[in-house]
Structures are given as structure tokens and as C-alpha cells.
């Protein structure tokens, strides 16, 4: 327990600890409506193409974050702009995911540094987030959240009911593609910590969890909020205290037992 208080009181732990509280708002806020809108496999799809940005961003320019960033924000314009059906979204996704990943593992046969650098695309190290990362992870966080404030109640209607939003008036293509987008910063974000591979962890358990809890949307998006916090901070804290543990196997375990929790706690409550 010393090691862990001496650990907070250094700059690389402070830093960790604010990028992870960042992520988990801006997730806890989008993973509800990955859910209702059935994007689970949009989402692992902009985080595999953010491997393949963060590839190209340290064999150019020695920046995966940057890189990372585009590779999604390419990844989430193009789904937008071809406007497939939903029961098409999956096979659509599914083809660019394939080509993507064989770019980004060609692009990385390349890359001739450390290791390490490449294994952290894939698992994240939110011990290494830098000042001015930090800085970056901020700016996107609270871009996104004004974004999402923005478009709330006519995101919220074109996903609850489809249908009627497109007769009111709502331009549900637009309102497609900007949330979207805000999903590929969403998943940038989250990799720093998770990396490309566990980015569903953040993204999709915690809001899971909540919607078995409330049918409410701004009670559930509350929920997936915590939930996400105990996640990433609680992972941040135990992988300091181990040691030599990655924070993003604590976080994925610790997001995954709460879903577990609640499904029982939901399972016993039905029963009595």
C-alpha cells in the first residue's frame, strides 16, 4: 500500500489516473447508445482500424496517437458516407475490417523500433501518456462530450424510434455519421489505456451492464458512467499496486465482473 501512495504522487500516475477518468466519461456517455443503435461491431471495428492508424503514425511520424485518430476518423466517414443499411452495416464493416488489418500489419513490418512501441497499440500504456497526449486526450474528451450534449435528444430519437425521428424531420444520415465520429475520438481515447484489442471493455460492458438496470436513458448513461469509472480507475490502482501487471487486464476483468454482478443481482430480483 506505501508503494501504491507513493506511486500517486508521481507526474506518469497523475496523468494516468486523469486520462483514465477522460476515457470513462466520454465511453460511459456513447456506450448506451452503441447499444441501442446495435454498433457493438462498429466499435471493434474503428478500434482494430485505429491499429492500423497508430501503425502508420509511428512509422511516419513516430505518433501513434495522431495516427490512431485518423485511422478511425477515415474508418467512421467512410461507413457514414456509404449510408448502408443497418442489416448491411455488419458485412460493410466487416470487409473494410479485413483490408484494414492487413495494411496496418504490412505498415508495421516496417516499423523497425522497440517493440514495445507496437505491443502498445495493441494493449494500451496509459503509464506512458506524455503532457502533451494528455493534453490531446483532453481536448478530444471534451470535444466529444459538448458534441454528444449537443445532439442528445436528437440522437436519442433516432435510436429509440427510427421511424417516427425520420418522419419528424430528424436527419437521421447526418446524425449517423456525426455520431460516428464521435465514436472514432471515443475509441482513440479508450486505446491509450485498453488498447485496440479491449477497447469493447470500456465502450460496451459498462453501458451493458447499466441498461439491465434502468430503462431511463439519462439513469442509464449516469450508470454506464460509473461503471466505467470503477473500471479504469480501479484497474489504474490495482495495476499499481501490483506492479507488473498491465492496467488493461485489471480493467477488462473488473468491467467484466461487473456485468456479471448485475445480471445475477438482475436474475435474483425476478425471481422473487
Keep these: 500500500m506505501t508503494d501504491l501512495f507513493f506511486y500517486l504522487t508521481q507526474p506518469f500516475a497523475q496523468h494516468a489516473l486523469l486520462a483514465a477518468v477522460i476515457v470513462a466519461v466520454i465511453c460511459g456517455i ?3 447508445f452503441v447499444i441501442m443503435r446495435s454498433m457493438a461491431f462498429a466499435v471493434h471495428g474503428t ?5 492500423t492508424g497508430a501503425s502508420a503514425g509511428l512509422l511516419v511520424g513516430n505518433n501513434p496517437l495522431a495516427g490512431a485518430l485518423v485511422g478511425t476518423l477515415l474508418f467512421a466517414s467512410i461507413i457514414g458516407t456509404l449510408g448502408v443499411r443497418e442489416r448491411e452495416r455488419d458485412s460493410a464493416i466487416g470487409v473494410i475490417l479485413a483490408f484494414g488489418l492487413g495494411v496496418g500489419v504490412l505498415l508495421l513490418s516496417f516499423y523497425h523500433g522497440f517493440a514495445s512501441e507496437a505491443t502498445n497499440i495493441l494493449f494500451g500504456n496509459i503509464f506512458g501518456v506524455s503532457s502533451n497526449q494528455l493534453l490531446f486526450l483532453i481536448v478530444i474528451g471534451v470535444g466529444a462530450t459538448i458534441a454528444m450534449l449537443v445532439m442528445y435528444r436528437p440522437l436519442l430519437f433516432a435510436s429509440v424510434d427510427p421511424e417516427v425521428a425520420e418522419a419528424r424531420g430528424v436527419p437521421m444520415k447526418l446524425v449517423g455519421i456525426l455520431f460516428l465520429l464521435i465514436l472514432a475520438f471515443a475509441v482513440t481515447e479508450a486505446a ?11 465502450a460496451i460492458t459498462p453501458a451493458a451492464a447499466a441498461q439491465r438496470l434502468s430503462s431511463r436513458p439519462i439513469i442509464v448513461t449516469l450508470l454506464s458512467i460509473a461503471f466505467a469509472l470503477i473500471a479504469s480507475v480501479g484497474g489504474l490502482l490495482a495495476s499499481l499496486a501490483s506492479g507488473d501487471i498491465k492496467p488493461s487486464v485489471f480493467i477488462t476483468f473488473i468491467s467484466f465482473g461487473i456485468y456479471i454482478v448485475v445480471r445475477v443481482v438482475c436474475r435474483l430480483q425476478r425471481q422473487k
Design 30 to 32: 456513447i456506450g448506451p
Design 47 to 51: 478500434s482494430e482500424l485505429a491499429f
Design 192 to 202: 491509450q489505456i485498453v488498447g485496440t484489442l479491449l477497447v469493447l471493455s470500456l
